[in-house]
């Protein structure tokens, strides 16, 4: 069992940033795949950038060139740096993770809202 815990998120205005970190109950080197997802009321949860545990990194076409995720093993954690925020990005974000052979794993979430 994985547990992950999502912190960073809050009010910013556009143009802003903010720095959203996922920790893990356990060491990720065994996770082979981490991701941010966003989901706004109404709309599916749209996965908007994931790591390999290899760094391979992927972004939606929305946030490329504003959106930065990394993972730092040592400690457990992924983050999410988010530049020139944009209200349309505002939605709750979720961390995500899979192993090998097991469910995937879900953070509770944490809301990002950016005001015009």
């Known amino acids: 069992q994985v547990h992950l815990v999502e912190s960073g998120g809050g009010l910013v205005q556009a143009g802003g940033s903010l720095r959203l970190s996922c920790a893990a109950s356990?060491?990720?080197?065994?996770?082979?795949?981490m991701g941010w997802y966003r989901q706004v009321p109404g709309k599916q949860r749209e996965l908007v950038a994931g790591?390999?545990?290899?760094?391979?990194?992927n972004y939606v076409d929305s946030v490329k060139g504003r959106f930065t995720i990394s993972r730092d093993n040592a400690k457990n954690t992924m983050y999410l740096q988010m530049n020139s925020l944009k209200p349309e990005d505002t939605a709750v974000y979720y961390c995500?993770?899979?192993?090998?052979?097991?469910?995937?794993?879900w953070g509770q979430g944490t809301q990002v809202t950016v005001s015009s």
């Open positions: 356990t060491t990720i080197l065994s996770i082979n795949f």
């Open positions: 995500y993770a899979t192993r090998p052979y097991t469910p995937p794993y």
């Open positions: 790591i390999t545990s290899g760094g391979l990194t």
